[in-house]
């Protein structure tokens, strides 16, 4: 079975984009009846289908499958208008990679940064281009993001 452990931040600066590539990301969802989700992933030049159990701690179940970009393409056909586009960029700092991801489509303004770790608890050194933690915050689900774009939140 697979764990995943997660935090994710707000990104409050540029300073990150020298430090990356980018390679961008369509992402629809199948089904999403809370907690769990179903997910169809194209990136790059691969396809992935992963399914997510709740939140707990930081933690939840993940699976996830590697499957033909054809049949992610047709399975995308069965998500729309509910997808969320972005270019994942991935650095290294210290002895972890931070994922940043800059939104794109509906989504345009919003840069987030996850980290996986190996435990909860487990002590993390935030760059100086980190601000708000939001990773108790449902509304940066993307999951949530494709239902309810970041432009149409107003503020």
């Not at 990150?16 to 969802?29: H, K, N, T």
């Not at 939140?55 to 995308?76: C, G, H, S, W």
């Not at 608890?121 to 689900?141: A, M, N, T």
Request: hydrophobic letters at 40%.
């Amino acid at each position: 079975m697979g764990i995943e452990i997660e935090r994710k931040f707000l990104v409050i600066s540029e300073t990150w984009r020298s430090m990356g590539s980018g390679v961008p990301l369509i992402q629809g969802y199948l089904a999403d009846s809370n907690p769990t989700t179903v997910r169809v992933r194209i990136a790059g030049e691969k396809a992935f289908l992963t399914i997510k159990g709740k939140v707990q701690n930081l933690t939840r179940q993940e699976f996830e499958y590697k499957i033909p970009v054809a049949d992610a393409q047709a399975m995308m056909n069965l998500c729309y208008p509910r997808v969320v586009e972005k270019t994942r960029y991935k650095i290294a700092v210290s002895d972890l990679i931070w994922e940043i991801d800059e939104f794109s489509g509906t989504n345009q303004g919003l840069v987030l940064a996850e980290v996986e770790l190996s435990a909860p608890d487990q002590s993390v050194i935030l760059p100086d281009w980190v601000g708000q933690e939001v990773s108790d915050d449902p509304r940066y689900f993307n999951s949530y993001l494709a239902a309810h774009p970041y432009s149409t939140w107003g503020g």
